[in-house]
């Protein structure tokens, strides 16, 4: 069975909405935890649109499970990374005015710069996954460059809503799955994950890692509004006072 890991990224664009101290992704990533959440996942982006190096260093220090730490292969990330030494990193590719990850690394390009610069997180005992297209040859170059894990992008899968087109996006994560497992690679998969499209994905035996961030922090807010509403409405009730 797959586990499971929180990407709290969203908590703190919300709090970067108002640029206060609240909500706290700490607060949501030991929330996470607490319901089972096998580790922990944060984009640090270089224009910090969201998370910040504080936050990464207080998430590290506090959670009992895997700190994972998305980034981009950039100079100034990755001497940050190796100093904070997340348990996995998995590198993304990453682009400003994006609103979100928009689609997997090449890995099939600047293969040098790529290999020594995972050599110099697994050196440390940090673990390598790269972001990538469901395509055999990204899944064969990830082998090549001395990766541990890839994690599939399931970003095109989830924008399939029905029909021969999503049977065709789900055929090519299996078989990069697959391929994969077979050059002994650890398989983690992740993009626009829901409770609708999760089970095919989940179902996929040599997945052991899924990242779901968007639609857990969205459906929170559903799950959790009256209990916020209801608490509020409380400590609005002021008791007149006996004199
Ligand atoms: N995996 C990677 C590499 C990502 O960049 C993201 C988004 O930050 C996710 C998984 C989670 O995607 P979502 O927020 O759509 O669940």
Redesign the pocket.
């Known amino acids: 069975m797959a586990k499971l890991c929180v990407?709290v990224?969203?908590v703190a664009t919300l709090r970067e909405a108002r640029k206060i101290d609240m909500p706290d992704p700490l607060e949501a990533a030991l929330l996470a935890e607490k319901a089972g959440s096998a580790g922990i996942?944060v984009?640090l982006r270089e224009d910090r649109r969201h998370i910040h190096d504080r936050d990464v260093r207080a998430i590290k220090k506090a959670i009992k499970t895997k700190l994972n730490l998305?980034m981009a292969t950039v100079p100034e990330i990755v001497e940050f990374a190796l100093k904070i030494r997340p348990d996995q990193v998995?590198f993304?590719p990453e682009r400003r005015q994006e609103i979100?990850?928009e689609g997997g690394l090449d890995v099939t390009v600047r293969q040098r710069k790529m290999r020594k610069i995972i050599e110099s997180f697994r050196k440390k005992g940090i673990t390598v996954s790269l972001?990538i297209d469901p395509d055999p040859r990204q899944v064969r170059a990830s082998s090549d460059l001395g990766a541990d894990a890839i994690?599939l992008?399931t970003g095109q899968y989830?924008q399939t809503k029905t029909g021969r087109k999503l049977k065709t996006e789900l055929d090519k994560i299996e078989k990069a799955a697959a391929l994969s497992d077979g050059l002994s690679l650890v398989t983690h998969a992740?993009?626009?994950?829901n409770l609708n499209n999760i089970r095919p994905i989940a179902s996929i035996p040599v997945i052991e890692e899924l990242?779901?961030?968007?639609?857990?922090i969205a459906r929170a807010i559903m799950v959790g509004l009256g209990a916020a509403v209801a608490e509020m409405r409380k400590a609005i009730v002021i008791k007149p006072s006996r004199k």
């Open positions: 990407n990224d969203h996942t984009h998305e998995t993304v979100t990850t972001f994690e992008n989830s992740g993009h626009g994950l990242n779901i961030g968007h639609s857990i």
